[in-house]
């Protein structure tokens, strides 16, 4: 019977190719859809991470707050950091990661590497494995200062072209030759701990990190690119190690900055987060949304097939009353009918999967700085066992929308009467649940994706007070093994500007911070000299074209000139933000302003505040 029903089911589907097609189409995009989804959605909210005791894995934040109660921080010093590292005993296991990028010459060609400035703990945490060589051992911890490097797979092969005997060779840095010791394997998960999307290049022993030396020994300069990540002792609580790390920290940290008067009345705590959370952070609603709006769109596609197998249910009448004259039961006809609706899906979900797997590698490529964890996105048993499951129940499903619209016991009428007049109908209400079924899933679907698009819109519409139009940001860098004098650098830019401005393309060339790199801060803050005020306030090196090249406006005085660049004049342009805390009542012109009180500046400029990070600067 099994054989009979198989056979049936294909010469009855080739006579009806083009509800074949239909379907299949139909099913194949919007469960293909479904599954690569449901599967991120998988990675995103339910599947561990790919660490060992991933559940005891925290990162440790620091939270400075002044004496109003504000929070100022959430990032450490590089003393205090290294303090806790070594003296904590919460943490069975800790690392150190510092991220930065730098450029390299590797083949006579440079390029820009993500890297990252570790201790050997970081490896064994997130379980590193290797495909060549080995990771770092307790011989290249924090001050033994030797140089060996770990590349990443993907820097293996598209710059070493896989070279399989990479190892003991060598990379320049800072005038210092690195050995390299390992290549990590294909298929390590990194963690996202500082930006989502983040792909190290690169992997330094923690001692070559390039934190500023006046930040060694500065409790009070604060760095978010240095990152604490511990593995919490067995034994120990959240809430009381937290107590307890937080306490001494703070009594260190209080210590580190006696003397300095920015930070009288400050207090500092530490905060423990899961690592999950950190890397997850705010993505969840966006998976949510996403969701909703893949189940949507097989709703709809459920709700038009189930329309035409309630049509082909009512054609097929007359042949399956035929079946019940030879002797077919009713089950024999509802096995017909379900051989035939998971033959249907059978197929549907062999291109669904396939077609998962193409979204896996859109998402990878679109939404991997967006979303986390899509580096590891395939096709899984989750991915599978759900597409088996959807199969057979959409097969069982649209079994049962046959056989209800089958009258079996006027079949062998149906015969007799040639079919006239003793069709089944599809009754008003069944029409008006699909109806209503179909505007409720649209009309949610909608709702999502306003909800998207305006969250997107808010971003995009986000005044910077900045124009990046046709603005290119060119990064440079020289062979590190050279030995190149400060003047000569100086020459040769010059000599970059006077060549660009030279192309016909080029209609100004700022030598500036990029406006997209944040500000730095000093420990001490900045002081208004007249009033010995303190303010939290960022600098960042601009010459005398920058204001001009981004459009932004000089509310008060005047930019910079080339006597200023020139000269290295001690003078100042602010903001407009700045510039009313510090003379709320009159123009903060020729103030005189200084950072850590050995840097001294006179105002003569403000210009219009910029945004970053949601705030005006």
Not at 99 to 113: A, G, H, R, W
Request: charged share 20%; aromatic share 12%; net charge neutral.
């Amino acid at each position: 019977m099994f054989v009979f029903y198989v056979r049936y089911t294909f010469i009855n589907l080739q006579k009806n190719i083009n509800f074949l097609l239909t379907i299949v189409s139909t099913m194949a995009i919007t469960l293909g859809t479904l599954l690569c989804i449901c599967t991120l959605s998988y990675f995103l909210l339910f599947k561990p991470l790919p660490y060992p005791e991933q559940d005891r894995l925290y990162r440790v934040s620091p939270s400075l707050s002044d004496k109003s109660g504000k929070i100022k921080s959430q990032s450490f010093s590089y003393p205090s950091l290294i303090e806790f590292y070594k003296n904590q005993r919460e943490f069975s296991k800790g690392s150190l990661t510092y991220y930065d990028s730098l450029i390299l010459e590797i083949d006579e060609s440079q390029s820009n590497f993500k890297s990252a400035y570790v201790t050997p703990e970081w490896f064994t945490l997130f379980n590193a494995q290797t495909a060549l060589g080995r990771t770092f051992d307790d011989g290249e911890s924090i001050n033994k200062n030797q140089p060996v490097v770990i590349i990443s797979f993907r820097m293996w092969q598209y710059h070493f072209n896989s070279d399989p005997d990479i190892i003991d060779k060598k990379i320049h840095h800072r005038n210092i030759s690195f050995k390299i010791v390992g290549v990590l394997s294909e298929n390590f998960a990194e963690p996202e701990l500082l930006d989502v999307g983040l792909k190290t290049d690169i992997w330094f022993p923690w001692d070559y990190n390039p934190t500023p030396k006046r930040a060694l020994n500065n409790w009070g300069w604060m760095d978010s690119k240095q990152i604490y990540i511990g593995k919490l002792a067995t034994n120990k609580l959240l809430n009381h190690s937290e107590q307890i790390i937080s306490e001494s920290y703070n009594q260190k940290w209080q210590s580190g900055v006696k003397g300095n008067e920015n930070f009288i009345g400050w207090s500092a705590k530490l905060k423990l987060a899961t690592l999950d959370s950190i890397i997850l952070g705010d993505s969840t609603k966006t998976i949510y949304l996403f969701l909703i709006a893949s189940i949507g769109l097989v709703v709809i596609a459920f709700v038009n097939i189930v329309n035409l197998y309630i049509s082909k249910g009512i054609e097929q009448q007359r042949r399956l009353a035929i079946h019940s004259i030879v002797g077919a039961r009713k089950k024999h006809i509802s096995n017909i009918l379900f051989m035939e609706a998971i033959t249907i899906m059978s197929i549907s979900t062999i291109i669904a999967l396939y077609l998962s797997s193409v979204g896996f590698d859109l998402v990878q490529l679109y939404l991997s700085d967006f979303l986390p964890r899509t580096t590891e996105l395939s096709i899984n048993f989750f991915t599978i066992i759900l597409a088996i499951f959807i199969s057979f129940l959409f097969a069982y499903i649209f079994t049962l929308v046959g056989q209800r619209f089958i009258n079996y016991r006027d079949l062998s009428s149906v015969v007799k009467s040639s079919g006239k007049g003793v069709g089944s109908q599809v009754s008003k209400r069944v029409r008006q649940i699909l109806l209503v079924s179909q505007i409720a899933t649209a009309t949610t679907i909608i709702f999502v994706s306003v909800n998207l698009m305006q969250d997107s819109l808010e971003i995009i519409n986000q005044k910077l007070g900045y124009n990046m139009d046709n603005v290119l940001n060119i990064q440079l860098g020289y062979p590190p093994s050279s030995n190149i004098s400060d003047d000569a650098i100086k020459i040769t830019l010059k000599g970059l500007k006077t060549k660009l401005l030279e192309l016909n393309e080029v209609e100004l060339v700022s030598q500036s911070s990029s406006p997209l790199v944040g500000f730095r801060f000093f420990s001490n803050g900045l002081i208004e000299l007249k009033s010995s005020k303190r303010y939290q306030s960022g600098i960042k090196g601009v010459d005398d074209n920058y204001f001009n090249l981004l459009g932004i406006d000089i509310k008060e005085g005047r930019s910079f000139n080339e006597i200023d660049i020139k000269d290295r004049l001690s003078n100042i342009i602010i903001n407009d933000v700045l510039a009313q805390l510090i003379s709320p009542n009159e123009s903060a012109l020729g103030r005189k302003l200084s950072f850590d009180g050995e840097f001294f500046f006179e105002v003569i400029g403000i210009v219009k505040g910029v945004y970053e990070d949601q705030s005006k600067v």
